[in-house]
């Protein structure tokens, strides 16, 4: 399997922060490993540009169910793949929790995603008061049951687990509760795909992930790479952890 760096840069970037995706594009050029930067909706045309010719693959960061249709504000993944992203982020928590969506929305957009031909990295993960509940495992059993669409397949589909509380926050899961929740999540993929497929399905870990942590977190087994956001918004920063990925 080759393992899977992958920066979303959320609401932040406009023209001027392309200088980062030509960078890394330069840097990278003989990747050992693939590398997925996601930045806005309104860059993804002009960053799939600069990503041409190089290892690099420039994603999204939602999309619609539908592929076209009276959605204002709305993208759908066919205008996606149309603007040069090979990949989209679903049900991230922040979306989960400022839009409202369901698990069974996610595994709907995942679906649109797949029928247009790109890779869904599906987020999920707990929150603070779950992990103190002791419900960290029914959660992210019941989110990655009822999130991962049947058209899922390891060639087009990523798993990252994100605990809410690590995003943004500086603070990270010990590696005993990282490797407990992959380990789960890996088994879980074998309800729905063949062995050989659940295996090679890329698992990334979310949430605080840092040039100076990543290579203690890429140690930890089955976990296949790294979902990054505020350490993805610069070359300097993301450089790093793709490499400490490529050393694991
Ligand atoms: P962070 O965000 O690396 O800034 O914690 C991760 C994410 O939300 O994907």
């Known amino acids: 399997m080759r393992k899977l760096a992958a920066g979303n840069w959320k609401m932040n970037g406009t023209t001027a922060h392309l200088t980062e995706i030509a960078a890394l594009a330069a840097t990278h050029r003989a990747a050992q490993v693939d590398i997925l930067i996601c930045p806005p909706a309104t860059l993804l045309a002009q960053a799939a540009g ?3 010719h190089s290892p690099l693959m420039i994603g999204a960061q939602d999309c619609h169910r539908s592929p ?16 040069g992203a090979r990949a989209v982020i679903l049900g991230h928590s922040e979306r989960r929790a400022d839009h409202g969506e369901t698990s069974a929305l996610v595994a709907d957009k995942a679906r649109a ?10 987020c999920l993960g707990e929150t603070l008061a779950e992990r103190e ?4 495992l029914a959660v992210v059993t019941e989110q990655l049951r009822a999130s991962l669409p049947a ?8 798993i990252a687990y994100e605990p809410v509380w690590a995003i943004g926050t500086g603070l990270t899961p010990s590696t005993a509760q990282i490797a407990e929740v992959h380990g789960v999540l890996r088994a879980l993929l074998t309800e729905r795909l063949d062995a050989a497929e659940a295996a ?13 942590n990543a290579a203690g977190i890429f140690a930890i087994a089955d976990v296949d790479g790294a979902l990054v956001g505020g350490a993805s918004l610069t070359a300097q920063d993301f450089s790093p952890i793709i490499a400490a990925l490529e050393a694991a």
């Open 50 to 52: 600069l990503a041409q």
């Open 113 to 122: 995603a797949h029928a247009a031909g790109l890779i869904a990295v599906i």
């Open 133 to 136: 509940g002791a419900q960290t």
């Open 68 to 83: 076209s249709g009276a959605h204002t504000g709305d993208i759908s993944a066919p205008m996606l793949a149309d603007a």
């Open 200 to 212: 090679a399905l890329r698992l990334l870990y979310g949430g605080s992930v840092k040039p100076a």
């Open 151 to 158: 058209t899922a397949t390891a060639a087009n589909t990523v």
